[in-house]
């Protein structure tokens, strides 16, 4: 099966400008999330839809980033302005699993992409 | 919110040695525990993953171990090969979202 697709790979912006990530998750999967990967570190989620509702967005920064769901398939993430902490690599993943049903799946991650703020 | 711990952050090891990775985890309701690889560039694989109601899984060379009384799981590789390098994450979930750990860098010298 074909993975999750993410774009650009790469993007250098420099800092108060705006920028957008897409991401194709594995068909038929319901569940998308969006992380945050900052060098060094595990991880860290920022938005989770389930079909193209919203599940939980309790970490993600409102104030500069937000993320939708078209159609329950395709995914953006922008961040505007982005400031030099926000620096990292941006994965979009996506789960079999439903929240709601209380199912636990791992994920298939997309390649991500790397984010430097100037 | 439940709060991962894993080590050693960095591990070196020469081919055909074994590996192990432990991780603790804070909240006694997570239920499922997935381990992820990352090689460099790319996005986390998932490799093994162990729900609470089994004490350990076998994958080949690869095993989990969880001990649900001490809150703590083991990865454990054997007959480690070059291309086992990369950065391996516990994670700890439950009814919410699985919480990574901060990662631990496995190196193998042929």
């Known amino acids: 099966e074909a993975g999750v697709a993410q774009s650009p790979r790469y993007k250098i912006i420099e800092k108060r400008q705006s920028v957008a990530f897409w991401c194709n998750p594995i068909?038929?999967?319901?569940?998308l999330y969006w992380y945050q990967q900052i060098l060094g570190q595990g991880p860290k989620l920022l938005i989770q839809?389930?079909?193209?509702?919203?599940?939980?967005d309790s970490q993600l920064p409102k104030d500069r980033f937000s993320a939708e769901r078209l159609k329950g398939v395709d995914s953006t993430l922008k961040i505007q302005p982005a400031k030099l902490e926000d620096s990292a690599v941006y994965l979009c993943a996506s789960s079999l699993g439903r929240r709601d049903r209380g199912q636990n799946y791992g994920y298939t991650f997309g390649s991500g992409t790397r984010l430097t703020v100037v | 919110g439940e709060n991962v711990e894993q080590h050693p952050s960095t591990l070196s090891v020469q081919e055909g040695d074994s590996a192990v990775i432990k991780c603790t985890y804070s909240?006694?309701?997570?239920?499922?525990f997935p381990w992820y690889k990352q090689e460099l560039g790319k996005g986390p694989q998932l490799i093994i993953d162990i729900r609470s109601n089994v004490g350990e899984k076998k994958d080949q060379r690869i095993a989990v171990t969880l001990n649900k009384t001490a809150k703590h799981f083991s990865l454990h590789i054997t007959e480690t090969q070059p291309e086992d390098s990369a950065v391996y994450f516990c994670?700890?979930?439950?009814?919410?979202?699985?919480?990574f750990g901060r990662g631990t860098s496995l190196i193998v010298h042929p």
């Open positions: 839809f389930q079909n193209n509702g919203v599940v939980d």
């Open positions: 068909s038929g999967h319901a569940t």
């Open positions: 909240d006694s309701a997570s239920n499922y």
């Open positions: 994670a700890a979930g439950g009814s919410y979202i699985p919480t």
